[in-house]
């Protein structure tokens, strides 16, 4: 089983760093966005494509086991998105991404947005080729949790901790639930936002900017 | 890869009847809790053994990737429990719920909860031996995710739609949702309840108590 399993994540691995490169070559910044299911993924991204709208050229790969809703509620904002259903699995690998930039082609200078499955665990595996890994996580889901599923929050780079209007009503507190996240990633940029209040959005909207603009000028 | 994971599910599946025998000739219930990580698992757990404790005998097996914290949380309560680290692994399996068994030992008579992995994909495939399985929803996760992660609410026997204290705090329809998990499973029995204000809790223990006597009774 372990040796079947490095050859599957050595496979990947060669796929992702195909995409990375075909990523990089058209200055394309592409994010690998990664949560629980109904940590809000999928509102974050609607709010972030109207607000950025004239700015920044999103498009995006939505991931889940079915149903083509979340692809459908990204088109109605106006931007380009694709629907991989992975059926029984529970991550998106670079295979998937590989077949999807085809069919979605991303224009040059522009941000992907690849919204993985819903989970916390199996994505964390899987290179995809992205620029940063994303983790979104809801304040609704306790202190304690970047302590409990570490391998996530150790591969992410940036983690928006989501629905920051909700903390007057839940037992939790914001500065602990920083604290376990830096424990298990001392490197992590974090961001508290609210997609209904629009609280902390202009810091992830400015880092998204720089990280465009270094993308777009590297290619 | 399709032959592997036939071959891994028929082996966890001979070892799942193992372990649904030795439960049921001891009489004792066992149910497998999911959920995705922060719907509120433990907490319930916590509050059904205070409220329960004087009827009803619980033990629980616990599973997170890291930490003994779950374990730590139930055993204040009074309650035996057992934690199990599955390290990147994203689901408990049938062997080590054996494992668990034999440390725990629990009496018989009695209900033994066994908590998964906090993920909504992955534990739906693997069947622990368990008498029914349990899928604890949080109200904050959106009304759509039965219909993105049908397995698991496929899979599932009951469903606590967790969390009701918050329902004034969102945008979320509790029928609507209660509706998408009917529309995947009709024969779902549905329990909304809120374990910081007790609502709804009776109807799940009265559920509870009634399986528990039928396995007591049929040992």
């Known amino acids: 089983m372990i040796a079947l399993e490095t050859a599957v994540l050595s496979k990947n691995q060669a796929l992702a760093e195909r995409n990375r490169g075909w990523l990089a070559g058209r200055g394309v910044l592409a994010l690998n966005l990664m949560s629980s299911p109904g940590a809000g993924k999928t509102t974050l991204l609607e709010r972030s494509i109207r607000d950025l709208g004239r700015d920044l050229a999103i498009s995006v790969v939505e991931g889940d086991q079915a149903t083509t809703r979340d692809a459908e509620r990204i088109r109605a904002t106006g931007a380009p998105a694709i629907q991989i259903n992975t059926g029984t699995g529970c991550h998106l690998d670079a295979d998937m991404l590989a077949a999807a930039l ?24 899987f290179d995809l080729g992205e620029a940063a890994r994303v983790v979104i996580f809801s304040v609704t889901e306790g202190e304690d949790k970047p302590l409990k599923y570490p391998h996530m929050f150790r591969a992410a780079n940036v983690l928006l901790l989501s629905k ?15 604290d376990s996240a830096l424990t298990v990633n001392p490197g992590l940029t974090i961001f508290p936002v609210s997609a209904y209040t629009g609280e902390g959005l202009s810091a992830w ?6 990280r465009a603009d ?3 000028l590297a290619a």
Do not use: S
């Open 102 to 125: 085809v069919r979605l082609q991303p224009a040059p200078g522009t941000v992907l947005m690849i919204e993985n499955v819903g989970n916390l665990v199996c994505p964390a595996l």
């Open 164 to 178: 920051t209007d909700l903390l007057p009503h839940l037992r939790v507190d914001l500065q602990r639930m920083i």
């Open 205 to 210: 909207y400015g880092w998204l900017r720089d």
């Open 214 to 216: 270094v993308a777009r």
